[in-house]
């Protein structure tokens, strides 16, 4: 069965501090893939990145990273310098080759304060 | 490129009416799919379309909910007789393909009263 992990329910960080959110999968497919989404309080949810199962290589864009441990299946995702604008709740997703549905994990609500 | 779009934005209908909600995926999109997401959750899949055909509607209560997609492009999803619990936002997402990354509309906010 295929799970997606957030134990992190809810984060609060003063503006400019470096947050990472937590991710960690469950799959039996050989290939799959890992998404992260972003819910701002507007409600719509916006893409921020898919990572397939055989690149490993950290990604970094702007002020957002993230690391990818096959090892210890885990998919964090990493805002440095955070901004008030980070303000949301993020998703963090998987799919395997099996059947591609998406499975969701529960979310981690992030509160930057200024 | 214009997103995905979706209407209404917000209906408020009551106990045993019936609602439809209007999608247009991302042109050049073949995957269309519904999502149900209950305040404080993450999204919940209803059904899955890839161009005009039905890849996936285990979860959509089916005695209830009806979805289509005639022309493999637009589509509506309706609840007829709606119940409190479905109060929720719908979201319709695209994507190019099965398993590529799905891109979202702002969503239909739904309270059934």
């Known amino acids: 069965a295929q799970k997606v992990t957030q134990a992190q329910t809810e984060i609060s960080v003063v503006e400019k501090e470096d947050v990472t959110l937590d991710c960690v999968y469950e799959?039996?497919?050989?290939?799959?893939?890992l998404f992260w989404y972003k819910q701002p309080p507007s409600g719509e949810l916006v893409f921020l990145i898919r990572r397939n199962s055989f690149d490993e290589q950290n990604e970094i864009s702007g002020r957002y990273s993230w690391n990818f441990q096959k090892s210890t299946s885990s998919f964090n995702f990493t805002i440095t310098a955070s901004q008030v604008v980070d303000s949301a709740v993020y998703f963090c997703?998987?799919?395997?080759?099996?059947?591609?549905?998406?499975?969701w994990g529960a979310g981690t609500k992030l509160i930057i304060k200024p | 490129e214009a997103g995905v779009a979706q209407s209404p934005r917000y209906k408020i209908i009551e106990k045993r009416q019936s609602v439809a909600f209007w999608c247009n995926p991302i042109s050049g999109h073949a995957t269309l799919y519904w999502y149900q997401q209950i305040l404080g959750q993450g999204p919940k899949l209803l059904i899955q379309f890839q161009n005009n055909g039905v890849v996936d509607d285990s979860q959509l209560p089916k005695d209830r909910f009806s979805a289509e997609r005639l022309k493999g492009v637009d589509s509506t999803l309706k609840i007829q007789p709606a119940k409190l619990e479905d109060s929720a936002v719908y979201l319709c997402?695209?994507?190019?393909?099965?398993?590529?990354?799905?891109?979202f509309g702002p969503g239909t906010r739904l309270t059934v009263t």
């Open positions: 997402a695209s994507s190019l393909t099965v398993g590529d990354e799905q891109y």
């Open positions: 997703a998987l799919s395997g080759d099996s059947n591609y549905q998406l499975i």
């Open positions: 799959t039996r497919d050989t290939t799959y893939y």
